[in-house]
């Protein structure tokens, strides 16, 4: 605990404008995060530092204690708990800090802070190394401590011997003792139980004693604006018992949306069921259960939130996400999890979540809202582009082999138009070789659309044909067409015309030719060059046109000298 005076409010949030660096980091973000990299603590205003720590009383950040919470989290990536304590009328600010994730250091400009004695000071090397190199203990693995077997739900252990026999193809499993099927699956070591079992068979009562944060919160609200929720449901079950009861109170409220391919209409749900069960699981196998909030599913209509304590497994960022197989925090809970058929492979579920999801014509599945405390899974039940599920749906069923998932991710951001670099080649290129995308451009303007089957489910055939490589006739067109409106153009502006299509260089080839062959006239040198059709060229068209016009007036005349004649009969 560290504990500050600031009567009037005045200790600095970020060190002001201190010259000298430790005067700068005795501040509120300076004091978080050294209590954040030594396990976690408070921060206490308004109290003498001094024992018995006297209550002073402060006005530190009064009226503003959410946007102080916000801007810690902001500002170094800390997601602190900020609330009002109060005695004989005197106002205490608390700042709880969270405890650092496993080998995670944060840092106060740029520098990580540890507390020594009274001083804030920067970590020494053997303190850091220490923490950069520590390893996520599996929590499941451990021995949970006065836990017997008569602690355990006869119905947990009943749906965990179906579910492994049928899994294992082993029905004589079901027969086999209590015991022996729990020192099997590693739930029993040396006749101590495991957390792994308390979480997935213990009694609800027990798991509550125990355990309270292994509780799934599920709150349901009419509107995504809304705060407040309609209905909230406490699951308290052993995971066995917990994840059937689950689904099926979500489902209550699923509804579907009707797709026609021709004469034949299929409805796809709102929420896709394996898409949740892989979510729910993912959130029970990786959360962190030393912290104290429960996972929290927020339901909506059209929207589904899944909120797990604990961020990401070690190695697994928002960029390598699909890419990387993950590593459970609990890995004897995963690997029950698998041996029951529960998951298919123990790293597959963001996979599959992506792989029905970016399916259906959905949403990409957001995570964006995921820290280094929690991960945030936000679903969208709105079907955005239905030709593209139809489109999908009709090449799985052509192709020998099913799509994998970062090749429907890859055909989910082209279709969207996403930059080029965020795109992965190895998968372009496997994708063009099954003609399911096209290249366009060249060089520096390559770019890629969807195959022409796409824009048929459109009905955007034009579109299509439209994404087309465009040559110089339509280059000259385009250009001729704008300065016809603007009268004069820069580099820039042709450079706009054809963005997406044509790279800079491109443009700029093209654009010299036309002044040379004295289509354009070039005024000014380098960026401040101006280009307006040349009257060389305008003189041409005219002369041009009058031939066509006179031409025509003769095919006329000739026409009508023709109906005059008299027939011969």
């Given at each position: 605990m560290e504990f500050k005076k600031g009567e009037g409010g005045n200790i600095s949030y970020d060190g002001g404008v201190k010259p000298k660096p430790n005067d700068r980091r005795r501040c509120i973000l300076g004091y978080v995060t050294a209590l954040c990299n030594e396990g976690g603590g408070f921060l206490v205003i308004g109290m003498s530092d001094n024992y018995p720590h006297e209550v002073i009383g402060t006005k530190q950040n009064l009226g503003s204690i959410g946007e102080l919470e916000s801007k810690i989290y902001t500002d170094i990536g800390i997601r602190p708990e900020v609330y009002e304590l109060f005695e004989d009328q005197k106002r205490v600010l608390v700042i709880e800090v969270p405890c650092r994730p496993a080998g995670k250091v944060f840092k106060f400009e740029d520098v990580a802070l540890m507390r020594v004695g009274e001083e804030l000071k920067p970590m020494s090397d053997e303190f850091y190394l220490k923490i950069i190199q520590e390893q996520e203990p599996d929590f499941s693995q451990?021995?949970?401590?006065?836990?017997?077997?008569?602690?355990?739900?006869?119905?947990?252990?009943?749906?965990?011997?179906?579910?492994?026999?049928?899994?294992?193809?082993?029905?004589?499993?079901?027969?086999?003792?209590?015991?022996?099927?729990?020192?099997?699956?590693?739930?029993?070591?040396?006749?101590?139980?495991?957390?792994?079992?308390?979480?997935?068979?213990?009694?609800?009562?027990?798991?509550?004693?125990?355990?309270?944060?292994?509780?799934?919160?599920?709150?349901?609200?009419?509107?995504?604006?809304?705060?407040?929720?309609?209905?909230?449901?406490?699951?308290?079950?052993?995971?066995?018992?917990?994840?059937?009861?689950?689904?099926?109170?979500?489902?209550?409220?699923?509804?579907?949306?009707?797709?026609?391919?021709?004469?034949?209409?299929?409805?796809?749900?709102?929420?896709?069921?394996?898409?949740?069960?892989?979510?729910?699981?993912?959130?029970?196998?990786?959360?962190?259960?030393?912290?104290?909030?429960?996972?929290?599913?927020?339901?909506?209509?059209?929207?589904?939130?899944?909120?797990?304590a604990g961020g990401f497994p070690s190695g697994v960022t928002l960029e390598n996400l699909i890419k990387i197989p993950s590593t459970p925090r609990n890995r004897l809970l995963a690997d029950i999890l698998q041996k029951t058929g529960i998951v298919e492979r123990s790293g597959q579920g963001v996979d599959k979540i992506y792989y029905n999801t970016l399916s259906e014509g959905k949403a990409e599945p957001d995570y964006s809202k995921s820290d280094n405390f929690q991960v945030n899974l936000k679903l969208s039940a709105i079907i955005e582009d239905r030709a593209f599920a139809l489109f999908i749906d009709s090449i799985q069923k052509e192709l020998p082999e099913k799509l994998s998932v970062l090749e429907i991710v890859t055909l989910n951001k082209i279709k969207n138009c996403s930059p080029k670099n965020t795109l992965d080649l190895e998968q372009v290129n496997q994708l063009l070789q099954k003609k399911l995308i096209e290249k366009r451009g060249k060089t520096n303007a390559i770019f890629y659309i969807l195959s022409k089957d796409y824009y048929d489910f459109t009905d955007e055939k034009a579109k299509y044909y439209k994404l087309q490589e465009i040559d110089d006739n339509q280059v000259l067109n385009t250009i001729l067409q704008f300065l016809s409106k603007e009268s004069k153009a820069k580099m820039k502006d042709f450079v706009g015309l054809f963005e997406?299509?044509?790279?800079?260089?491109?443009?700029?080839?093209?654009?010299?030719?036309?002044?040379?062959?004295?289509?354009?006239?070039?005024?000014?040198?380098?960026?401040?060059?101006?280009?307006?059709?040349?009257?060389?060229y305008l003189n041409q068209m005219e002369v041009i046109a009058e031939a066509i016009t006179k031409t025509i007036n003769d095919l006329e005349s000739k026409n009508e000298m023709a109906k005059k004649r008299p027939k011969k009969t």
């Open positions: 451990k021995i949970c401590e006065g836990l017997t077997i008569f602690d355990l739900d006869n119905k947990a252990m009943a749906l965990l011997k179906e579910k492994y026999s049928i899994k294992q193809n082993n029905p004589q499993f079901k027969s086999l003792p209590n015991e022996q099927i729990l020192s099997d699956l590693e739930l029993l070591k040396n006749g101590n139980l495991t957390n792994a079992a308390l979480i997935l068979l213990a009694k609800k009562e027990v798991l509550q004693q125990r355990l309270p944060q292994a509780k799934v919160m599920l709150e349901y609200r009419n509107s995504e604006s809304q705060i407040p929720f309609d209905n909230r449901i406490e699951f308290t079950e052993p995971f066995f018992i917990l994840i059937e009861d689950l689904w099926k109170t979500i489902n209550l409220r699923n509804g579907s949306f009707p797709i026609q391919d021709g004469a034949y209409i299929f409805n796809v749900p709102y929420f896709n069921e394996e898409v949740i069960r892989e979510s729910i699981n993912n959130a029970i196998s990786h959360r962190d259960y030393k912290r104290t909030s429960e996972i929290v599913i927020k339901q909506f209509p059209q929207r589904l939130d899944i909120i797990n997406d299509k044509l790279s800079r260089k491109q443009v700029r080839f093209r654009v010299d030719k036309l002044v040379s062959n004295k289509v354009l006239e070039q005024q000014g040198e380098g960026s401040t060059s101006t280009y307006e059709i040349a009257n060389e």
